[in-house]
């Protein structure tokens, strides 16, 4: 008899469900997919319903859920012993006594809410949804930054390393150290709220006028662009590094502080003087547990470590050597980890690296065909679909593609993406122009494994975390040559390394585009419209690719055009000349 395990992120944001049969995940997806609302709040009831579809399982082959949180009781105790703490912090900070004063007063505010309203309004959505599934009765809850450092360890790929830990706030902690050894995972140390680099970070998004917890990687985007040393000099006033730990003085003046960054200095500096503040502090915490652990393999989580260079920095501490970025760092991939965390079943060893991230749904041939016809799309008739695709993308023309099962976790990893040359610096404009998107970053690359060398350095000190896009790298001079258009102005670039045996269709495309061109690499983005969440089913797709004016989209085993694409024509006539045998025309 196998061991099922649902596991369940918080409700609070993106809500997600994991899948672990005998320990091995079988389905992992966010709700917002699903339902088509970027980070979806709330039961996760489509996930669920499709998981155990997926998985060909019934509710009574079920035997826990765990969920990544305690129970509202609990939490709610945590947020006011996590009140009483910045009570005494913003008693002690050098503000004028008016300004504390008001302080906490929103700071008690903001936990009587916490604790009256919402920690009893996600525990009852939670038990509520487990009896619309008659999964009553089978909850365990698990201690959140558990679950992120469960989620690291489990799919490291090493037995030691050091795992950390670090996001806004969970079952009171913000950062944590652990050392994974022999299958066990020991706490080494707790950073708890309101001491949270993750809060720090989201109140310049909110200054800088962004939404919080979702905008980051626009600030660190803009970062790239500015100078520090204005802001992170008044920053370090409140950020008081010592070994092992830090401490933030006043999180509510802190706010303050970066609302007045915003209103005076451009707003390029004030995300570079947050970004270095972010990695001198996490960076010199991390030193301290891998120079007194020896430990040469760091394995993190958590929302802080979407930040991918601040994964870059920690990679280049002395003395560490591989740095493993579990893919869904943020909360939605607690589902997973929370589910990795039920002692009922034999653990999977954490030295089984996790192979890929397509672990959401996937489509029959049938359900593709019906979604092109219900848009009256005409395929194209293609007898090599990845050199086809390659030949396109010489001519500058954006291929969607759409494949196999869906990534879980924030990127798109070729089955849900858009491709297009990286040759042409100018396409970062046009490209974020048709998808309405804005950005502070240039799109990233995929390049071929075995070229990886060549064109990102120290890519060994973060190769598997490479294949996830999980990191930044600097890059070669050939990259910077051949790819300007996924190279940041500080010569970073975000690569996914897509390898032969992981995904070989999506492989391919490169390989023949590289055979074409002499180059390994080309942009992937995600395949989604300004502020939707990734597509997820061929519908999606074909809505997406029509909206966003792309030339070609490649749905399953077939290619369509769009004929209205400003570069369609002129692709099409590229590939008639390298009789690639398309037969239909648009
Ligand atoms: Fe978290």
Known sequence: MSRVVVGISALDCESAVAILVDGKVAWAASEERFTRRKQQAGFPHRSLEEGLRYASLSPKDVDAVAYSFLDARREGREQLRNFRASLADELRASTPYSARAYHVYRFARSTANGVLRLQPRYHRQLIDGLRVHQLEGKLTYVPHHLTHAASCYRTSGRDRVLLVVMDGYGTGECSTIWLGEHGRMRQLASIRSPHSLGNMYASATQALGFIPNRHEGKVLGLAAHGNPEPVRGKLLEHVRNTPGTYRIESMIHLEREARRFARELRREDVAAGFQSVLEETGVAMVRHYVERHETPFV???????????????????????????????????????????????????????????????????????????????????????????????????????????????????????ILVRAIDPTTNDSLNKRLRRTEFMPFAPVTLWEHAQACYRNIDRGRSSAEFMTMTFDCTDRMREESPAAVHVDNTARPQLVRRDVQPSYHRIVEEYCRLTGIPTVINTSFNMHEEPIVCSPDDAVRAFLDGDLEFLALGSHLVANPRAPRTREAMDALRDSRMGVAATT
């Open 299 to 417: 394995a993190v989580a958590g929302g802080v470590m979407a930040n991918v260079k601040f994964n870059q920095r920690i990679a280049e501490i002395p003395g560490v050597e591989d740095v493993w970025v579990f893919p869904a760092m943020a909360d939605a991939g607690t589902a997973w980890g929370a589910a990795l965390c039920d002692s009922g079943a034999a653990a999977p060893s954490p030295a089984e690296r996790l192979r890929d991230a397509y672990l959401g749904p996937d489509y029959s041939a049938q359900e593709i065909e019906q979604a092109l016809r219900r848009q009256d799309l005409q395929p194209l008739a293609v007898d090599d679909l990845e050199r086809t695709i390659a030949v396109l993308l010489t001519t500058g023309a954006c291929v969607a593609r759409f494949d196999g099962r869906m990534e879980f976790g924030p990127r798109a990893l070729g089955n849900r993406s």
